[in-house]
Each structure stands twice: as structure tokens, then as C-alpha cells.
RNA sequence: GGUCGCGUGGCCGAGUGGCUAGGCACAGCUCUGCAAAAGCUGCUACUGCGGUUCGAAUCCGCACGCGACCUCCA
């Protein structure tokens, strides 16, 4: 069958609050589901994030022993500009600015998205439906819930009761809101006038002439409602209730509030068993937002060519900085955090290499097996990867002291490690040495090394007038050496 | 205004009622002809004021500061 299961594996259920065990519904599977991007214009960083924060997660249950089925949406319709029920849809919008087909815009941009989430090796879901291949899904599941009494069609629109809901039903518990409190705090918008509370939203709407984007449907011609794609597509794929369903926490309220109201009110199942809910990346304090205009796309970032940033980052070192904080938590960018980041995921990387040429230096691993043990709890407790990092850097000073020979270490134990290593800092944390592409230019190579070669024979018969000099020429020219025990080595600096 | 969350050493960032991560920076040492690089070692913080407790950065209250959501956003 399968792997016995490494657990127990705690997580943060956001619908209750709590860290509780995560126990599957049908054990060895696990339905995982996650909110996915509009594809109407480049993502930006905090975009990966939340993205990343889930790949971890996929990557852990996978290693823990679970077979998952990893759902992620592409949102390529229904997101409207100004308002939930009211004004342009973005796709729309977009495809009118850059001239282009809906589709058009839609097939860019999620080109883009996979070329970003490849770059920072985020790995592709199980499945990545579309909003648009699931009309018919969506419009039965929008009869359904009529069927129920809990939406009302006006005008070609329909939409879903909410107070009519919240009389049988916990509408507000995912977020923790009060219907009273929600009415209090409403603001008159245009548009508004069709719903019997300004709390209802539309789960089909009806679209006007000038549309692009629109279909037949019972009602007229329209378009799903913004929340609609998610609950027909998780349930489609993963069942009625399902084990976890991701997103980021700016969508827990309204957008996953209304995704278990819907599929509530349609199937009469609470859809989701666990709620999990990335934080925000923050710059100089505040979210980053395409609202905000305080993003860069990542390829901003590898260049380094935005007002923000200071120099360029590697998709690794991103990566690695963004794993160093906890996925619940704030994470502010900072040109300053990202340099301790690349320097420490350097000083990660080489010891990988050394641990690869290790040699045993006597007996004992017990350290190792210790340090596997703490692995394993930082990530079965609510998929800690901070913490794991840390105990990894343990493991770099055991490399670096059997290296160095002031730690004796047995064969085993050494495999062990290895292992270790290669399992959770590859596979887990998904990191790739991005270093072997440095030194690829071979004329150069052979160049430098030849003046390696000049230097150390300067040094040999004690002419250290020559040997600076080649080194320090050297380093005018952009190339740095360094001495090692094992020869000398180059860089570009 | 409502709801929720946060405030940790020079910086970033974990964390538990007592044993007090980790990275970067910094200092010392090792290595080295010198330097750099690399490695090792060191560096004891928890917004303020009360309270609970034998003991709190960790629990409770208040104050101050910050943020998120309440409208599209990962």
C-alpha cells in the first residue's frame, strides 16, 4: 500500500483558531485545495508567497507518506473592478486596454504565472482548473442553491440570501463576523438596488450588451458570481467536504465565508474540514497589493532594477527568505533581510558540498539522528520551516566540525545526514543550488586557472610581488580568488 | 467605528510558564607569506505599567504604537 505515515502532523485551522492534528478524511489521500490568481496582470511577490507557503505544505504531506490531489484554480473571469456586483470585469477591462481578446489576456498571464511559479520552483498542482471550463458546473450549482430558497433570481441576476441563510446557518464564523455587525458597516454603492440586503452577492450576473465575456444560462446571458468558481471546482475534484483549503488572508473574508455558504446552502455539506491562511508580505510595513502599487514582478527582482531594491536576488534566495519566516506571520521585505538571507543560504549551499566529499572520522551519530528527530518536528508542527531551518544550521556545524575534523563521525551517521540534508533541503524546502551556472564560461576558466597556476609558482619560489599582483589585478578586473585547502578557487565578484 | 492580529537583541526572524532558536552584522580565534574566503567560539533580547504565579518575554488587564480585513487583491 503505502508509506507508513511520519506524523502526527499539526496545522493551524483558521476556522476554529487552533492548532489541531490534521487527520485526512480518507487516509492515505488528502484533497488540497487553493485559491489561485486572477490572470489578469503579472504577479508580483507577495502573490508567490502565498503560493509557496502551500507548495511546502504539498511537498510535506507528499514526504509524510500522503497521496495528494492538489487542486489550484485560474481564475479567468467573474472578478469585478469596483465593486462585488458592480463595474467592469478586470479580464475585461485589461483586454480593452491592450487591444487583445479576452482569452489573450488570459493565456499571457497565466503563461506568466507558470513561468514565475517555475522560476521559484513552486511545483504545478495536480490540477489547475479553469473558472471558464466550469460554466456548466457552476450554473448547476447555482440552480441548486435556488432549489434551496437561498438565492433569488432578479432580472437575469441571481443571488444569494444571507440573512435568509444566517437564520439556519453560521454565516461569519470563518471570519468572525456578525451579520448585525456587517449591515452596520455597509456602504451604499451603486448596483445595490436588485439585492434585498446589501449583504447578499450575486452568484450569477446578468451581463449587458457591451460584454465580453458572457454565456447562456436559465437566467440570460451573464457571467458567475466571483466566489462561484471555487466552491464548484473543490467540489467537483475533491468532494462535498474536503480535508484543507488554502488562500491568502486577505481572502478569508468575504471570499471563503461566501465559499462555504455556497456550498452549504447547494449540497448541505460543510465544504471544508481545515482552513489554512497565508500572510502577508509587507513592504516597509505595509501589505503588498496591486491595489498598493507597492509590488515588483520577479523579474524586477532578479535584476534588481526597481526603485526599492538595491541590488538583484536570485529566485533561490527569495525562496529561502521568505522560509525563514512562519507562513501565519507578517513578513516585511527588506533589501537588508534578503542580503542576510542570500549570504546565509550561501553558507546552507556549501555545506551541502562538503557534506557530499565527507569522509567518516570514527564512530558516532548520534547527533544526527537527534537532529532528524527535531526535522521532523518543526515540520509536523504547523509545517514550521523557521524553526527547521535553524536545526539545519545545527546540521551545518556538524558537517563543517567532522570536515574539519574536530567532530568524529561514522559512516552511517554521515549517510544518514546526507540523506537528511538532501531530503529536506531539496525536496521539502525545494531549494537548488543555483552556483554550478557561475563559472560556465570555459575560455574563462581556462583563463583564471592559468593564472592560478602563474600565481602559485610566484608563491613557490616566495615571489610575493607577483603573486599579490596577479591577484589583485585579478580583482580590478571583476575576478576574486580564494585559497582553500584544497587549491585555489575563483569567482566573479 | 467593528472584527482580528502583532510589538523579541544592531538588523531579520522563531519560540515555550522555569532548561532562554537560527540567519545576518559584530568581536576573538584557527587557517594563511599577507590578505580575502572559509571554519570554530562568543554575543542573553523580549513596547510600557499593573496583576496571577515559587517563577512570565510566554497567562490576564490597561496604555501606547503598528498592521490586516470590513471594497478587487495571495
Redesign the pocket.
Known sequence: MSAPIKGPLFLTNTLT?KKEEFVPLRPPHVGLYV????VYSDA?L??V???LTFDILFRWLKHIGYTVRYVRNITDVG??????DHGED?IAKRARLEQLEPMEIVQKYTNGFHDVMRLFNILPPSIEPTATGHLIEQIEMVKRILATGLAYEVNGSVYFDVLKYSSTNKYGEL????TE??IA???DTEGQEEKRSPLDFAIWKKADATHLMKWPSPWGEGFPG?HLECSAMSTKYLGLTFDIHG?????????HECEIAQSVAADGHVPVRYWMH?????VN????????GN?FTPEELVTGNHKLLEQGYSPMTVRFFML???YA????F?N??M???E??L??LM??MDTLGNLKPTGTGSAEVIALEQRCYAAMND?V?T??M???L??G??LI??VH?G?LSMDAEGIERLRELFNTMVLEVLGLKNEDESKNDDGVLDGLVKEFIRMRAEA?AKKD?AT??RI?DQLKVHGI??????EGTTWERV
Not at 472578478?79 to 462585488?84: G, K, P, Q, T
Not at 471570519?175 to 456578525?178: D, I, N
Open positions: 483558531r485559491c489561485g490568481p486572477t508580483h507577495g502573490n508567497r502565498t503560493f472578478h469585478l473592478v469596483d465593486d462585488v478586470k471570519s468572525g463576523r456578525k455587525d456587517l458597516n455597509t456602504r466571483w488562500g491568502g488572508m486577505d481572502l478569508k473574508f468575504p471570499h497565508g500572510n502577508m508580505l509587507t510595513g505595509r501589505k503588498m497589493a496591486k491595489s498598493e509590488g525563514q519566516s512562519h506571520g507578517t513578513l516585511d527588506s537588508a533581510a542580503q542576510a538571507s549570504k546565509g550561501a553558507r556549501a555545506a504547523d514550521n523557521p524553526v531551518i535553524a536545526e544550521f545545527e551545518v556545524r563543517n566540525s574539519d574536530k608563491k610575493f603573486s599579490d591577484r576574486e580568488l580564494m585559497d582553500t585547502k
